[in-house]
């Protein structure tokens, strides 16, 4: 059983650089061929799709956030992580990563979840 | 970006009941569109991918249909652990986008 789990802090001064991490058990972050997704959620509101990251390092990012977003990976640690940079309220929300499972259809889907972390903006 | 309109927004139902969430894509995604559930400060849960397959796990009172643009998500039989919010995410293209969401609510 795939486990997700986010860390990182709870609150982030505006302008200053969000990060977080998530850690992947029960399965190697290299296999499969699937991507590790962050998506965030605003209070009250609905998903919003960040980008995703493969074990290559390879990543897609949200066009409406690419320009503030940085994702890595690190295999060893079965880990992968997001940077948010320039932080402001609007970025107050719950960040989730999941995993994008790539079946062998060439189909995706978010899977497994992590429980998600609330980030506050806010000085 | 595709756009994903999810209706209603909010539907009042009673324990039993068959009940229809709607999803239509602002262009053809041919079957890429799955289905989450979200109950209060969880994380989503997958329900429904590629439209129609039921995810491992989750009662056959859930279904889903539909292919192009236009995709439902039905129960068949409303159990009390099934209200919630659900959304629908299509995965065609990206940025992959998600519906706004339908709360469904006790009657």
């Known amino acids: 059983q795939v486990q997700l789990q986010e860390s990182g802090p709870g609150l982030v001064k505006p302008s200053q650089t969000l990060s977080l991490t998530c850690t992947v058990s029960g399965g190697s972050i290299s296999s499969g061929g699937h991507y590790w997704s962050w998506i965030r959620q605003h209070p009250g509101t609905g998903l919003e799709w960040i980008g995703y990251?493969?074990?290559?390092?390879?990543?897609y990012y949200n066009p409406s956030l690419k320009s503030r977003v940085t994702m890595s990976i690190d295999t060893s640690k079965n880990q992968f992580s997001l940077k948010l940079s320039s932080a402001t309220a609007a970025d107050t929300a719950v960040y989730y990563c999941?995993?994008?499972?790539?079946?062998?259809?060439?189909?995706?889907?978010?899977?497994?979840w992590g429980l998600g972390t609330l980030v506050t903006v806010s000085s | 970006d595709i756009q994903m309109a999810q209706s209603p927004s909010s539907l009042s139902a009673s324990v039993g009941d068959r009940v229809t969430i709607t999803c239509r894509a602002s262009q053809t995604i041919s079957n890429y569109l799955n289905w989450y559930q979200q109950k209060p400060g969880k994380a989503p849960k997958l329900l429904i991918y590629t439209a129609s397959s039921l995810q491992s796990g989750v009662p056959s009172s859930f279904s889903g249909s539909g292919s192009g643009t236009d995709f439902t998500l039905t129960i068949s039989s409303l159990q009390p652990e099934d209200f919630a919010t659900y959304y629908c995410q299509q995965s065609y293209n990206t940025p992959y986008t998600f519906g706004q969401g339908t709360k469904l609510e006790i009657k």
């Open positions: 990251i493969y074990y290559s390092g390879s990543t």
């Open positions: 999941a995993r994008y499972y790539h079946d062998t259809s060439g189909y995706y889907y978010h899977d497994y």
